[in-house]
T-cell receptor
Framework: NAGVTQTPKFRILKIGQSMTLQCTQD?????MYWYRQDPGMGLKLIYY???????DKGEVPNGYNVSRSTTEDFPLRLELAAPSQTSVYFC???????????FGQGTRLTVV | AQSVTQLGSHVSVSEGALVLLRCNYS??????LFWYVQYPNQGLQLLLK??????LVKGINGFEAEFKKSETSFHLTKPSAHMSDAAEYFC????????????FGDGTTLTVKP
């Protein structure tokens, strides 16, 4: 009963490096989301997807990219990492809009 | 645009005391409202949700919330705080019309004193 799985849990990047944060869910949910959480700021939506092959920008998409080739997977790509991208990243999924969102355990990213 | 305001970024109560965490939303269409809890170094877990059925919603761990349309509020309460309730709490709103994108409040950190 895995739910939403994120990898890695922790990562330190140097400025200018790139990386992919992995997210997979085993609940056959169509809706998936990437959020970042900064201290005292709540969660901000980066990108979201309503199904395989369909993605769209959220509130804070700059510096990130996503893809959704399967229902299960929704990776988040950081190109040219910057210190402003130091944050905790959460992936979430839900079956339909009025149901609860299931969250992964988060990825704590530090850019130095 | 939808928004969520949580009044009080930090709330401190004594063990056994009433817990009241405030949430107000702004919306021009009927919302779906959620309270989530986040324990240190973990993801968010659902406490309870309002989806246009009963206005008083009961959740896990003894929490409940009342949807008041006239006040655009969805405050979270628990009659008697327990030490294990210490965590961060988030109020969130979403709609059928926007792909279920949730807008979250900034969170309230609950401290429970012995």
């Amino acid at each position: 009963n895995a739910g939403v799985t994120q990898t890695p849990k922790f990562r330190i990047l140097k400025i200018g490096q790139s990386m992919t944060l992995q997210c997979t869910q085993d609940m056959n949910h169509n809706y998936m989301y990437w959020y970042r959480q900064d201290p005292g700021m709540g969660l901000k939506l980066i990108y979201y997807s309503v199904g395989a092959g369909i993605t769209d920008k959220g509130e804070v998409p700059n510096g990130y990219n996503v893809s959704r080739s399967t229902t299960e997977d929704f990776p988040l790509r950081l190109e040219l990492a910057a210190p402003s991208q130091t944050s905790v990243y959460f992936c979430a999924s839900r079956r339909v809009p009025n149901t609860e969102a299931f969250f992964g355990q988060g990825t704590r990213l530090t850019v130095v | 645009a939808q928004s969520v305001t949580q009044l009080g970024s930090h709330v401190s109560v004594s063990e056994g005391a009433l817990v009241l965490l405030r949430c107000n939303y702004s919306s021009s269409v009927p919302p779906y409202l959620f309270w989530y809890v986040q324990y240190p170094n973990q993801g968010l877990q659902l406490l309870l949700k309002y989806t246009s059925a009963a206005t008083l919603v009961k959740g896990i761990n003894g929490f409940e919330a009342e949807f008041k349309k006239s006040e655009t509020s969805f405050h979270l309460t628990k009659p008697s705080a327990h030490m294990s309730d210490a965590a961060e709490y988030f109020c969130a709103v979403s709609y059928n019309t926007n792909a279920g994108k949730s807008t979250f409040g900034d969170g309230t950190t609950l401290t429970v004193k012995p």
